[in-house]
């Protein structure tokens, strides 16, 4: 991240050894397609406390913004911050999140919906590394503690 320009803070200690990983934000303060490719915090997901900020300019073409998000791997929550509706639907449809946060910060959740990545709902072989065990809320909690069972009757 420092290589490509980043500027990070972290709010604590990191321990290796306790396999902690202290709350941490990473600020690119000027994101190109390129860029991304380059920066695994972006192409893989981080099951830490970790905000990556990529900031685009505001005049970015429908094209550029298209380019840059492809580069991105699944997310479980991304959020997008701008005054411009077209920039923030754009953004939602082309993003491989399963939750698309529009001037929200991505700690906020809807615990009737599934939270997870997106895997390969999504439609692309590429993103079925996505999330760690799957999907968890109140319908994977039900399926869970069930146990399916069948009797047949002649």
């Not at 803070?9 to 600020?27: C, D, M």
């Not at 991105?72 to 959020?79: E, K, P, R, V």
Request: charged letters at 20%; glycine letters at 6%.
């Amino acid at each position: 991240a420092l290589e490509c320009g980043a500027q990070i803070w972290s709010a604590g200690e990191h321990n290796p050894s306790e396999h902690y990983l202290a709350p941490t934000l990473v600020v690119y303060p000027n994101t190109q397609a390129k860029t991304l490719e380059q920066i695994r915090l972006t192409r893989e997901e981080a099951f830490a406390p970790i905000v990556c900020i990529h900031k685009l300019p505001g005049n970015i073409s429908s094209e550029k913004l298209n380019d840059i998000l492809q580069k991105f791997d699944a997310n479980i929550h991304t959020s997008i911050f701008t005054y411009q509706n077209k920039r923030a639907r754009q953004f939602y449809e082309s993003v491989p999140s399963r939750t698309v946060l529009w001037n929200e910060i991505p700690s906020w959740r809807a615990d009737e919906m599934p939270y997870g990545g997106v895997a390969l709902e999504w439609g692309d072989s590429h993103l079925q590394n996505s999330g760690l065990l799957g999907d968890e809320g109140p319908y994977q909690t039900m399926m869970e503690l069930t146990v399916e069972r069948l009797f047949v009757l002649p």
